[in-house]
């Protein structure tokens, strides 16, 4: 950036550990937050926000909640799809059975039953390590595509299969149009953007870090495995839990169980391989380059006046969309995060290098 | 050494007839020695002599097949790592073993994990209790680190720290957890002169104004016969020699085990 830390002197350890110590960071945030919600909500068209903003919103969530147990915890996942599936479902029988219930309180009740099946799948995580454990979570996918798609109970006896949610309404505000579901879901992401940072700061935090970094040595220093891995896995599967359920109440309206499958969960790994492991940040970046790159490349020949068939174009997309996968863990292994911090670092001192 | 700030005291921790194997390999035969509260006591041997298994069954890494450890009047027959921390025994490692992805700070903090108490929903909305034990513990890692004289690479990354320096985080990764005793293994392999005479001053300064125990494993003879009150010499799994640097030294079975001897 522009600016520097230069003369702002912390005078005592909570103005050293706030959030954004530096005093222009906090101003640039601020304006980012009242653009987002003034701004944008006036400018956007219906298809941008429908298309890329909604989703980009839930997305960056669960980004962020596969990103505390994957990159803050070191214990790989490829079944987190299925603790959306689970918070999903959960919320839909929450709104069916008892639907005199606020929606905030069916989130958190979501969140939580998918924090319990995810700690429960993250069980092997405490004898199992790496690839293996990467197997072992995609058992908690296919377990829990085959439990949606067969126990009838969890989908009401619908006979496709697939189930459909009423608008959600909040204390008589119905979260409806485009814009109303946006201001909502960004409320609900900074809140949990929030959370993941001051869990990230505090000793849990450090406690997942240590964990990941030398195993060994955070038990001689006095960490439990059990409950550094477990609360990993815990409070990501929460997250995640809530992405879920907001993603079949507020995105799709009616889903069935193929709309949590691994496919998504794989999508959610790239997400924070790209966006940059261990870092909340690198989890926006990464939600933003997966929702948003397949559009940009759909819509280009199109914008450039190539003449291509649809079919043409989709497997164009496809193919680019690999290729810049592999592009960038080539280039940039740390992700897009580790590239903004370098180029901040570079900046801190441009034009005058020495 | 004379006017050391804490004098040397009872046993704090003892080591009766420990013996450990990895299938076949017999790493420590029936061996016992004593700590006394406030020495620095020194455990040195040849390659392979099983030092380090020594200190990872006194952390609870290893679990002996035989023996007991007596730790401030307990007894143990294994330790296991969480509880010895708690118990009061902290270590440092012979090949780093430092958090890589955290900061300085960060990972001195972790050494305080142990003691702090804030539940996951306070810590995520760091409300008062929370935010509070941060403040507090952050001060205590504040003195360290200004015992250690790392000020300036508080926020710096671990990893790009150079190798005297990172030695030096994890004795104060260590000395966060306020423990009784300290094991430190090889705290000067792979040092130049001056990071040595660094570091012993550093152990030096913590046993005197801490008062810490501490239990080291050394190569270099002339640090451990300037810094130890007490060595013992393993060999083979065994102990053949135990006592003052001065008698050690003149012991011929040491002599022996270091040089060779013909047959």
Redesign the interface.
């Known amino acids: 950036m522009f600016y520097r830390e230069n003369g702002q002197f912390k005078s005592?350890?909570?103005a050293d550990?706030q959030l954004l110590p530096i005093l222009q960071d906090r101003v640039f945030m601020v304006a980012l937050v009242a653009f987002a919600f003034v701004v944008v909500p006036l400018v956007v068209s219906d298809y941008v926000f429908l298309s890329l903003l909604i989703p980009f919103l839930i997305l960056a969530l669960a980004a962020i909640g596969l990103n505390l147990v994957v990159g803050y915890c070191g214990q790989i996942s490829i079944g987190h799809a299925a603790f959306m599936a689970v918070g999903a479902y959960a919320a839909y029988n929450l709104v069916l059975r008892i639907p005199q219930l606020n929606f905030l309180i069916v989130l958190v009740l979501a969140g939580l039953v998918a924090a319990a099946v995810g700690m429960l799948f993250g069980i092997p995580s405490l004898r199992i390590k790496g690839l293996y454990l990467a197997v072992a979570t995609l058992g908690a996918q296919f377990f829990m595509d085959w439990l949606f798609a067969r126990v009838k109970w969890f989908t009401n006896y619908a006979h496709s299969g697939s189930v459909q949610t009423a608008p959600v309404e909040l204390f008589g505000w119905s979260i409806d149009s485009p814009q109303e579901k946006y201001v909502f879901l960004l409320a609900v992401l900074i809140l949990f953007t929030v959370?993941a940072r001051?869990?990230v700061?505090?000793?849990?935090g450090?406690?997942w870090?240590?964990m990941?970094?030398?195993d060994?040595?955070?038990?001689?220093?006095?960490?439990?495995p059990v409950y550094a891995k477990l609360?990993a896995f815990a409070?990501s599967s929460f997250f995640v839990g809530v992405a879920g359920a907001l993603w079949g109440f507020v995105h799709l309206g009616s889903w069935e169980p193929a709309a949590f499958n691994l496919t998504l969960s794989l999508n959610l790994l790239f997400m924070i391989i790209i966006g940059g492991m261990?870092s909340i940040l690198g989890s926006f970046f990464g939600a933003a380059f997966i929702v948003v790159l397949p559009i940009v490349l759909n819509q280009l020949p199109q914008f450039l006046g190539i003449p291509m068939s649809t079919a043409m174009i989709s497997h164009l997309e496809f193919m680019i969309f690999g290729a810049l996968i592999v592009f960038f863990l080539i280039v940039e292994p740390h992700g897009l995060a580790r590239l903004w911090a370098i180029g901040k670092e570079k900046l801190r001192l441009w034009p005058f290098p020495h | 050494m004379s006017q050391r700030g804490n004098p040397i005291g009872e046993v704090i921790l003892s080591v009766e007839g420990v013996s450990l194997a990895f299938g076949g390999v017999r790493a420590l035969t029936d061996v016992s020695f004593e700590v006394r509260e406030h020495e620095v006591r020194a455990i040195i041997g040849p390659n392979g002599a099983g030092k380090s298994s020594m200190l990872n069954v006194i952390?609870?890494?290893y679990h002996p097949q035989q023996g007991t450890i007596r730790f401030l009047g307990q007894t143990y027959h294994d330790m296991d790592?969480?509880e010895?921390?708690?118990a009061g025994i902290?270590?440092t490692?012979q090949n780093l073993?430092?958090?890589?992805?955290?900061s300085v700070l960060?990972n001195i903090?972790?050494?305080?994990?142990?003691r702090?108490r804030?539940n996951?929903l306070l810590?995520?909305?760091?409300a008062g209790p929370?935010?509070r034990?941060?403040?507090e513990h952050?001060?205590r890692v504040?003195h360290i680190i200004d015992f250690l004289e790392i000020q300036p690479w508080r926020k710096t990354p671990v990893g790009r720290l150079p190798y005297g320096l990172q030695k030096r985080v994890d004795l104060a990764?260590?000395l966060a957890?306020e423990p009784r005793v300290l094991l430190l293994d090889e705290p000067m392999a792979g040092m130049n002169l001056e990071e040595k005479q660094d570091m012993c001053r550093f152990i030096l300064d913590v046993n005197d104004h801490f008062g810490t125990t501490i239990v080291l494993i050394e190569h270099d003879m002339g640090v451990v016969m300037d810094i130890s009150d007490r060595v013992v010499v393993l060999d083979y799994g065994k102990k053949i020699g135990d006592g003052t640097p001065h008698e050690v030294r003149a012991s011929q079975a040491v002599i022996d085990a270091y040089l060779g001897v013909s047959h």
């Open positions: 005592s350890y909570a550990q959370i001051n869990l700061r505090g000793h849990i450090r406690a870090m240590a990941r970094d030398m060994v040595a955070a038990e001689v220093i006095g960490i439990r609360s409070v261990g | 952390n609870g890494v790592p969480h010895t921390a708690l902290a270590r490692f073993a430092l958090f890589k992805g955290m960060e903090l972790t050494g305080r994990n142990l702090m804030a996951l810590q995520a909305l760091r929370a935010l034990e941060e403040i952050r001060e504040e990764r260590a957890m």
